[in-house]
Structures are given as structure tokens and as C-alpha cells.
């Protein structure tokens, strides 16, 4: 298991990580570092702790709208996108089916990324 160093909000995090996994976390933490950013840019420097359960829950409510999403896409609805019998009904598809949601989500990360990055 790999110790890796990650910034967010101007602050380190030593991470562990395994082994080949710290391009990945990168990308994560670049991600979680844009969206602090964003808050604290509009709220202004109101705690790390703040800061960082606030992004969270931001970021929960996408993976809540991707999880809604994908149901859509497969002609279901789910009353609670983060109920974890909903989300594991969800994640028993079979691989075709995963693929194209797995396309239909990383078009979604793409385009709020896009938009992350034009605000």
C-alpha cells in the first residue's frame, strides 16, 4: 500500500492508497480541490472542515442525480438514488448495460468538468 501526498485547499493529506492507484487519487483529489475551491471562492475561507463536508454533499447529490439517471436510462425509478438496495439492484446489470452507462456517466463528469472549468 502506496502513501501518497494530495493538496486540497492549499492543505497536504498524506493518503493511503493501493499500489498503482495514485494517478487515480490524483484525478479525485483534483476534482475535490475544484469544487472546495469553488465554495470557498463564494463563501470565503469558512474552515476546511466546512469546506470539505459541504463539497461532499455536493458531490453526493451528483452521484444521487448519476445514480437517477442511469435508473431513467433503464427505464426504472428509485425513490432514493442513494438507497443502497436501489444502488446494488443498479450495479447487477449486465455488461453490455454497464458499459453504456458506465459511457452515458463519464459523458456527464465530462460535461460538469467542462462546466467546472469555464466557471
Not at 479525485?28 to 472542515?49: F, H, K, M, N, W
Not at 443498479?90 to 453490455?96: G, H, N, P, V
Amino acid at each position: 500500500m502506496a502513501q501518497h501526498s494530495i493538496s486540497i485547499n492549499g492543505r497536504s493529506y498524506s493518503i493511503a492508497c493501493e499500489d498503482g492507484q495514485e494517478e487515480h487519487l490524483n484525478r479525485l483529489a483534483t476534482y475535490l480541490d475544484e469544487r472546495v475551491g469553488e465554495l470557498a471562492a463564494s463563501l470565503g475561507q469558512i474552515g476546511d472542515a466546512r469546506l470539505l463536508v459541504m463539497a461532499g454533499l455536493l458531490i453526493a447529490d451528483e452521484l444521487s442525480d448519476a445514480y437517477a439517471d442511469v435508473a431513467a436510462a433503464r427505464g426504472e425509478s428509485l425513490d432514493d438514488p442513494l438507497d443502497k438496495a436501489a444502488v446494488a439492484a443498479l450495479r447487477e446489470s449486465d455488461d453490455a448495460t454497464a458499459a453504456a452507462q458506465i459511457e452515458s456517466l463519464a459523458e456527464r463528469i465530462e460535461s460538469i468538468a467542462e462546466r467546472l472549468e469555464q466557471a
